[in-house]
């Protein structure tokens, strides 16, 4: 498997080359060069596979310049009881007959992002030793709250990189904030950017891609490389979680083999929503997928009109991992969905950048609207879809799951589609606990409550517990500080490097 670059200037480049690189020297991101097939006795023999073997038959295919030996070994090391604290990995609950809760959030950083960035560190070890690469690899990541801490606890203390973060400034939760600032390792660096994540983003590929820059790098040793979405290494575990699912549907005779599925995705950046697309277009069998925004409705307004429009007000929500204007991973979708046409994607991304909005032809539009639905949750939606999952059955939801539960429920009502639907559950309810207890308990047991106290406050009352990664890390010493402008991004990497 051969991948190029959506802006059409690379070509033919290795798996390998392409996950220590993260983003095409074109700016583009990469993509696979065919397309990739699961066949019905694969899928079927899903069933009696565990998720490291399920994970093995999907990603293989993607990773051909790579051993058998040498994925396993990735496998093995991402997806244990060491790192996850359940043996399924990715579990599948059942909330209602048409309404299956995929809980990705049992890994060490209680969040979606840890499904890939545990296997992410793996693949670029491999990857550098593969290409005989020299250099230290370091890791940009810009993150709206959950990527920052699963890639710096990823890669805290990988041999031969360095990773450096940076989150909005007073743009995450407090516990999203303490995970980064407390992270340990002689190889992290979290700063905090005055301003949101989209500038947080746009500064990072401002760096990937300045040539000269580049160039400065590499003469000190350094290669750049990306652990957010934008990185195909980061992307293609994704895939694996929705055929886990379903295998366990069927498995659990919730589902028979062959029988559709929709999926519901609460949506920031594109990737993980990008991911069903992927495995559905690699044969799991997937009606619909579900766009769910936040009341920064980009994607919403996207799908449903074809025109893409960052030039609105931001807003800070209580689900801010899908706090983004700008998702980056959509000019995949468009290059898919274009027919590879690299001329046509470079046109769009270049008024993207210049004016902020792009219109897709019409032919296009269709293609999306035949596979997507798209629609937003208000606040007062997202307060009280939790609210009402956990009066009616017990089961409590974090802010961006209860995101994509609400716009599901749109669609339901609007279409009259009862097709069985696995909604994506990114994240703990512990971890977004001021927002989740506003929604169930009464205001007086939690005024003047800060996030740590309420964690006791929710399991006390859920009766669930806390999850390990958060019990006591309000007690951590905080070993970062740093906050910068946009402006000073790159001054911060120069610092860190030592290249001023």
């Known amino acids: 498997m051969l991948y190029k670059s959506t802006r059409g200037r690379l070509k033919d480049t290795k798996s390998a080359d392409a996950i220590k690189m993260g983003i095409a020297t074109d700016g583009g991101l990469f993509v696979p060069q065919k397309n990739v097939k699961i066949e019905s006795e694969i899928l079927s023999q899903m069933m009696n596979m565990d998720y490291s073997g399920r994970a093995s038959a999907i990603l293989k295919p993607f990773l051909e310049d790579y051993t058998q030996k040498e994925v396993d070994e990735c496998i093995n090391n991402a997806y244990n009881l060491d790192k996850f604290d359940t043996k399924d990995i990715a579990p599948v609950h059942k909330l209602s007959d048409t309404a299956y809760i995929l809980e990705l959030w049992h890994g060490p950083t209680c969040a979606f992002k840890d499904m890939a960035l545990q296997i992410l560190p793996h693949l670029m070890v491999k990857a550098v030793q593969k290409t005989g690469e020299t250099k230290e690899i370091v890791i940009l990541v810009a993150t709206s709250g959950d990527t920052g801490k699963a890639a710096l606890e990823g890669f805290k203390n990988v041999k031969g990189t360095k990773i450096i973060v940076f989150y909005p400034y007073k743009g995450v939760s407090q516990i999203q904030e303490m995970q980064m600032i407390t992270q340990e390792g002689d190889n992290v660096f979290p700063i905090a950017v005055e301003g949101n994540f989209d500038d947080a983003q746009s500064g990072v590929k401002k760096i990937l891609t300045d040539s000269e820059f580049n160039k400065i790098m590499d003469e000190k040793g350094y290669r750049f490389s990306s652990a957010n979405s934008i990185n195909w290494g980061r992307l293609v575990p994704q895939i694996v979680y929705y055929f886990s699912a379903y295998a366990d549907m069927v498995k659990n005779q919730w589902l028979k083999f062959g029988e559709e599925v929709n999926v519901a995705v609460p949506t920031g950046n594109f990737g993980n929503i990008l991911a069903a697309f992927y495995a559905m277009k690699m044969g799991l069998p997937i009606r619909k997928l579900i766009c769910a925004s936040n009341e920064n409705n980009v994607l919403t307004e996207f799908i449903n ?120 559950s990114t994240a703990s309810p512990f971890k977004f606990n001021a927002s989740v207890s506003r929604a169930i308990l009464e205001i007086e047991k939690i005024e003047d409550k800060n996030e740590f106290e309420l964690l006791h406050i929710l399991s006390d009352e859920s009766t669930m517990p806390i999850p390990a990664s958060l019990k006591d890390l309000e007690n951590k010493r905080i070993k970062h500080n740093k906050v910068c402008s946009k402006v000073e991004m790159k001054l911060q990497v120069e610092k860190i490097l030592r290249i001023e």
Do not use: C
Request: cysteine-free; hydrophobic content about 30%.
């Open 305 to 424: 009109t074809g025109v893409y429009n960052k030039n609105r007000i931001f807003k800070k929500t209580m689900s801010p991992s899908m706090d983004i204007l700008i998702s980056s991973n959509l000019e995949r979708l468009l290059y898919e969905l274009t027919g590879h046409d690299s001329q046509l994607i470079t046109k769009w991304m270049k008024q993207l950048s210049s004016e902020g909005i792009y219109k897709i032809d019409e032919s296009i539009r269709t293609k999306i609207n035949e596979i997507f639905w798209a629609d937003y949750s208000s606040e007062e939606d997202t307060l009280a879809s939790i609210k009402k999952t956990y009066d009616k059955y017990g089961y409590l939801l974090d802010t961006h799951t209860a995101v994509g539960l609400n716009v599901y429920e749109k669609y339901k009502e609007t279409t009259k589609d009862n097709t069985k639907t696995i909604i994506a």
